[in-house]
């Protein structure tokens, strides 16, 4: 089974940006589907952005679309989220999550917290 390590997060200003990173050991990482979620204080965890096996095809919540990238690199076990024009809104910890397919996630990594001052 796949093991997942998230780094990244910390403190930014609105309008900034940050890279989430998540590292994949284990099984082989192209076999599985990859998803950011995110969790704020108080509120339930929500699908933020997935991407298929090869990272062609990807999704993404509404509240995200447009500022958030999701993209892989499967010769290094690794996906990452971009995350532009950051909003107080986006303050949550964020979880990367790997699947059999996109909607079937059942492995997390222990999460990082991102918070966007405003």
């Known amino acids: 089974q796949v093991q997942l390590v998230e780094s990244g997060g910390g403190l930014v200003q609105a309008g900034g940006s940050l890279r989430l990173s998540c590292a994949a050991s284990?099984?082989?990482?192209?076999?599985?589907?990859m998803g950011w979620f995110r969790q704020a204080p108080g509120k339930e965890r929500e699908f933020v952005a997935a991407s298929d096996r090869s990272g062609d095809i990807t999704y993404y919540a509404d509240s995200v679309k447009g500022r958030f990238t999701i993209s892989r690199d499967n010769a290094k076990n690794t996906v990452y989220l971009q995350m532009n024009s950051l909003k107080a809104e986006d303050t949550a910890v964020y979880y990367c999550?790997?699947?059999?397919?996109?909607?079937?996630?059942?492995?997390w990594g222990q999460g990082t917290q991102v918070t966007v001052s405003s």
């Open positions: 284990g099984r082989t990482f192209s076999s599985y589907a």
């Open positions: 999550a790997a699947g059999q397919g996109v909607g079937s996630f059942g492995t």
